[in-house]
């Protein structure tokens, strides 16, 4: 079977309210889920996975545009500043969700959306550009709301699938434990055939269920 593309995309808020803790916290949570990433790829030969990262703060900017093969990606730590235009950010990925620049011969791609707080642009229209693009409307799609403050509303019409929820993580232990299953199980469910792709596989439903995470009174709670 050709190796096929997977390309797995964080959106990641970068706003002042993740200063701190939460930023320390999500740096060492997705540098420690690339090993993870890397096995789960090993696992699945006939897809290739590319990462790319964009950061959304006063601006949206790619910290990855060009998609990197597991294998060859090291994690950049990300800074705070600002706003939190998660708007901009869609519009960025939207334009990256056309083919070209996608292969038409690619499995679904991964969007993961972490965000600790209410989006300050129009996120509406960065939302409708993504769901114009034919791969973002097959897109597997995660989204991770760190702490009370995160628009739960906002990411969960993100996820466009009523059957799904946010992922809440309140705790560091919760923020590395969701990062973890969104960088491994949502990988698996896109390592799965494109419905009418001609590959005359069925493909894997989706959604996929998402882990109960546990806390303890020990650890800090956002």
């Not at 808020?13 to 090993?35: H, T, W």
């Not at 996975?49 to 790619?62: C, H, I, N, Y």
């Not at 509406?124 to 739960?152: E, F, H, N, Q, S």
């Amino acid at each position: 079977m050709a190796n096929r593309p997977v390309h797995f995309i964080w959106l990641l808020d970068c706003s002042f309210s993740m200063q701190g803790e939460k930023i320390a916290k999500l740096n060492y949570a997705i540098r420690e889920a690339v090993p993870e990433m890397r096995s789960v790829a090993h696992d699945n030969p006939a897809a290739q996975l590319l990462l790319r990262t964009v950061t959304f703060s006063t601006t949206a900017q790619w910290l990855h545009q060009t998609p990197v093969p597991v294998d060859d990606f090291t994690w950049q730590d990300v800074q705070v500043d600002g706003m939190t235009n998660l708007g901009e950010a869609l519009h960025l990925v939207a334009r990256e969700l056309q083919t070209p620049p996608m292969p038409q011969r690619a499995l679904k791609p991964v969007l993961a959306l972490v965000s600790d707080g209410v989006p300050t642009d129009d996120w509406k229209a960065g939302l409708k550009a993504v769901d114009a693009t034919p791969w973002g409307r097959k897109a597997v799609r995660v989204a991770i709301a760190i702490g009370a403050d995160a628009d739960r509303g906002v990411l969960q019409e993100f996820l466009g699938n009523p059957e799904l929820q946010p992922l809440d993580a309140n705790s560091p232990k919760q923020l590395a434990a969701a990062i973890r299953w969104a960088s491994t199980a949502a990988v698996k469910a896109a390592s799965q055939p494109v419905a009418g792709d001609g590959s005359g596989v069925s493909p894997v439903k989706q959604p996929y269920a998402p882990p109960v995470l546990d806390d303890d009174d020990d650890d800090d709670v956002w």
